[in-house]
């Protein structure tokens, strides 16, 4: 009798991206101890312009925003294809963010500033071509992706650099091993409507939780400075709708909000294990619209530009 052949299953919708975000409190871990170990970024004092595209630019803004914040020095983020100025602005080097190390945009960057600009490159794939274009490279292999919704690399590679500016996560991890374990509230599960809120260093991400959001849910989500929501953007707050506030809320936010008929969230969580809870909270609505977030429409793991 010839052997039975089972046909291998595909890996159920989303369970890359539940693997992968599950795992960032022991990966944060590595790239704690990594940063602690390495000296590899600009040196306090030097003027950085930070680059990534995507998810990477949003973790950009918020090392920028920390860097300077504590001493390290003038820093600015930018988009990678908005940065074409950062070689006549006399920055002294160039850090990109890139999980792939093969976005067009990153690529093109690295080689317009070339050897007149020192840069490094924080990057999951040492081997990519953006770690030939740049004179240093941090690498994070271990906070690779199968899925193309990002989670861990974004959160590890913002771990890292925040670690190199002084700031201790060890409250991030442990916050976000709870996170992890808690349910996520009916009320965040049958919203319609997202708007994501930031102050300072958490604006950053606060733009990454909505990217995040739209793209494996396809939802309608909002993200701004905190101050900025109550000079129009919060004539949208309702029932059913959320404005999540990630950081230090302003005086009065919460009663606006609520006096608006809408769901105001806020914790007071490390803001990086806040994080992780939007993830969670993505992963379960998209799952419940039946959608795939390791596959979401229209997106690819990198942008790799033609000519």
């Known amino acids: 009798m010839p052997e039975s052949f089972t046909a291998p299953q595909a890996p159920a919708a989303g369970s890359m991206m539940r ?13 704690i101890a990594q940063a602690h170990a390495e000296d590899l970024l600009p040196a306090p004092g030097k003027r950085v312009a930070v680059i990534g595209c995507g998810t990477s630019w949003f973790m950009a803004q918020s090392y920028a925003a920390v860097r300077e914040a504590s001493g390290g020095g003038e820093t600015d983020a930018f988009a990678a294809s908005e940065a074409a100025a950062v070689s006549a602005r006399g920055y002294d080097a160039v850090v990109a963010i890139s999980r792939s190390g093969t976005t067009t945009e990153v690529l093109e960057l690295l080689d317009l500033v070339g050897e007149a600009m020192p840069s490094t490159a924080v990057l999951a794939d040492a081997g990519s071509p953006a ?23 974004a959160t590890s590679a913002l771990a890292y650099l925040l670690t190199a500016t002084g700031m201790d996560l060890g409250s991030a991890v442990e916050d976000a091993r709870n996170v992890l374990a808690e349910p996520i509230p009916a009320e965040l599960l049958g919203a319609e409507q997202f708007s994501f809120l930031g102050r300072g260093w958490t604006v950053g991400l606060a733009h990454e939780a909505a990217l995040k959001m739209r793209e494996a849910v396809q939802d309608w989500t909002e993200s701004y400075p905190a101050m900025e929501y109550r000079h129009g953007p919060i004539a949208i707050a309702g029932p059913r709708r959320v404005t999540w506030m990630v950081g230090k809320e302003p005086r009065g936010l919460r009663a606006d909000v609520v006096a608006a008929g809408a769901h105001y969230e806020h914790s007071l969580r490390h803001p990086l294990a806040e994080l992780v809870r939007v993830h969670r909270t993505t992963l379960d609505r998209a799952l419940a619209r039946g ?14 530009l033609e000519g």
């Open 291 to 304: 959608l795939d977030p390791d596959h979401p429409r229209h997106l690819t793991r990198s942008v790799v």
């Open 19 to 31: 693997k992968e975000l599950h795992s960032q409190p022991d990966v944060w871990e590595r790239a």
């Open 131 to 153: 770690a030939g274009l740049a004179r240093g490279v941090v690498a994070l292999p271990y906070a690779d992706e199968s899925s193309v919704v990002q989670t861990r690399f």
